[in-house]
């Protein structure tokens, strides 16, 4: 069912219309057990962090951030090492992005060796049999906004989830916002962690097109109508390309062209998309999906209100303008500023305090 979830991702439904999709199915179909689930206990097999992931190959940031940092942990050479695991199908693997991490392909968890780190949107049903074997975990949210929606129907469950969870990650600033307020007596337990972008595939250049991109699986209908007014105005040495269905490389190739990004983010814990544009020297106009406001720097980007679609098309229209007017530049600092909160040293450092706060949790310390 998860990965029906992910499927409507891909036909471009907003979040709002995600959840009522999600709701619909599951009063239709049973959740999905862990059907081969084993104890194990095994006194030689290596501690480990392991990361439940959906088994979807459908370019999404979320899953990315799970396997980066799963490889990061391994890079460690510490007491610890991590892997993830595609709970629906384990012999299941990503192919959209470039990767090393180790792919878990069995559902044996030893309660002595093994931490579970249990994305937000699958906390139930897996949280549950996890616990019931007496197996620690932690709860990852990359969204804050989901956590009330997704098991709305469950509640009881899902609290029972975040209430026994020995950890819980959050992916912003917003994010711990989120958590601290839905389950204040859980604060303690929130821990910030920041994702990466690769330098290398995203940055700025002077190779620029007048260029304007934008994924279209982001609000459908937002992005439908703003490119519709906007198809009406737009001076003809400028275009609009869409970017949907690519990997890392096609993604970053139409970025790196483009003058101009249009972000569509509903209620999202720290998009990842305007992010991967700014680094790449596009200038982003839209929503802020609220995660995103803790880098919105108006040097780089613009803020839309939410549903102003008018006000959206005439931003872009003005942007367009002081282009063709040499009035807008790459702006390298705040780039760079940009670049140092998510950069590959800080997603470490967070990774080395998740993984001596596991250790700590099931006294692995030496």
């Known amino acids: 069912m998860f ?61 990315k951030v799970i396997y980066n940092q799963a490889a990061i942990i391994n890079k460690m050479n510490g007491q610890l090492i991590a892997s993830v695991l595609h709970p629906f199908n384990p012999e299941f693997s990503c192919t959209w992005f470039d990767h090393d991490v180790t792919v878990k392909k069995n559902l044996e968890l030893d309660p002595t060796h093994h931490f579970v780190i249990i994305p937000e949107f699958m906390a139930v049903p897996h949280a549950k049999p996890i616990h019931d074997i007496g197996v620690q975990y932690g709860i990852y949210v990359q969204g804050g906004y989901i956590i009330g929606q997704i098991h709305s129907d469950n509640s009881e469950e899902r609290d029972a989830a975040y209430h026994n969870a020995a950890l819980i990650l959050a992916i912003s600033d917003d994010t711990v916002d989120c958590i601290r307020m839905a389950y204040p007596e859980c604060a303690d337990k929130v821990h910030r962690v920041h994702y990466s972008v690769n330098p290398d595939k995203f940055n700025a ?33 400028w275009r609009i390309e869409s970017i949907h269905g690519l990997d890392e490389d096609g993604v970053a190739a139409i970025l790196g062209k483009s003058r101009i990004f249009l972000s569509f983010s509903e209620l999202e814990g720290c998009p990842l998309p305007p992010i991967e544009a700014a680094l790449s020297g596009c200038q982003v106009i839209g929503y802020t999906g609220e995660g995103a406001k803790e880098y919105w720097d108006t040097e780089i980007f613009t803020e839309i209100y939410s549903g102003d679609i008018k006000a959206f098309v005439k931003a872009i229209l003005s942007k367009i303008d002081e282009f ?33 706060k596991i250790a700590e949790i099931l006294n692995f310390a030496d």
């Open 205 to 237: 250049n002077s190779n620029k097109e007048n260029v304007i991109c934008y994924m279209p699986r982001r609000m459908k209908n937002h992005s439908q109508l703003v490119t519709f007014f906007l198809n009406k105005w737009i001076p003809p040495h």
């Open 324 to 356: 063709d007017n040499s009035q807008t530049v790459i702006h390298t600092t705040a780039i760079r500023k940009l670049s140092e909160k998510y950069s590959a040293q800080v997603e470490f450092a967070d990774m080395q305090l998740v993984t001596k």
């Open 3 to 63: 990965d029906t979830l992910y499927e409507y991702f891909r036909r471009g439904l907003g979040q709002s219309q995600i959840i009522q999709k999600y709701q619909k199915i599951k009063s239709s179909r049973e959740i999905p057990k862990y059907s081969g689930i084993k104890k194990i206990q095994k006194d030689r097999q290596q501690k480990s962090i392991i990361f439940l992931c959906p088994s979807n190959n459908i370019p999404l940031g979320g899953v």
